[in-house]
């Protein structure tokens, strides 16, 4: 993946993935017509 521009937060796009980080919440799509996936930062730090 390489970096991309972003309003904020880190984003990097590859050839069919996608990975945008921003306040403590990624968001990821890994594949040709594959669903987004959001992950979220534990509250216990986990």
């Known amino acids: 993946m ?7 937060g880190a984003k990097y796009a590859g050839r069919n ?3 945008w ?6 968001l ?3 594949g040709y017509g594959a669903p987004e996936w ?3 930062k534990r509250a216990d730090g986990r």
Do not use: K, L, N
Not at 21 to 26: C, D, I, M, T, V
């Open 2 to 8: 390489y970096i991309q521009p972003s309003g904020s």
């Open 17 to 19: 993935e996608t990975f």
């Open 21 to 26: 980080e921003h306040q403590g919440e990624a």
């Open 28 to 30: 990821v799509t890994w």
């Open 38 to 40: 959001r992950c979220v």
